[in-house]
């Protein structure tokens, strides 16, 4: 059984920084790569980033381009998403999701997801 726990959501005003955490009790994790997602209420959940087994290849959002970085700790099985720059658009849970593969091959290919964590933008 995967789980896949997210910490570090809170309320920040416009501009905030917050680091997401997600740790993952997948013996593999090192094999597989990592992705976040977040949903905002009303609306369907959409793919914010992703990074390849090694974390060598990323992928973002546009929307979160530039602002947003996703990085990986294979020895403590950890993922994480740096935010900076927040803006009331970006309040949402955030999920992180293993991926099907070592790479990313679109937000379809997610396999196992956790609980999400809060993340509050206000302006």
């Known amino acids: 059984q995967v789980q896949l726990v997210e910490s570090g959501g809170g309320s920040v005003q416009t501009g905030g920084s917050l680091r997401l955490s997600c740790e993952a009790s997948?013996?593999?994790?090192?094999?597989?790569?990592m992705g976040w997602f977040r949903q905002a209420p009303g609306k369907e959940r959409e793919f914010v980033a992703a990074?390849?087994?090694?974390?060598?290849?990323?992928h973002y959002a546009d929307s979160v381009k530039g602002r947003f970085t996703i990085s990986r700790d294979n020895a403590k099985n950890m993922v994480y998403l740096q935010m900076k720059n927040l803006k009331p658009e970006d309040t949402a849970a955030y999920y992180c999701?293993?991926?099907?593969?070592?790479?990313?091959?679109?937000?379809?290919?997610?396999?196992?997801w956790g609980q999400g964590t809060q993340v509050t933008v206000s302006s």
């Open positions: 997948l013996r593999t994790f090192n094999q597989y790569a």
């Open positions: 990074l390849s087994w090694t974390g060598g290849t990323t």
């Open positions: 999701a293993v991926a099907k593969g070592s790479y990313y091959r679109g937000p379809s290919a997610f396999s196992f």
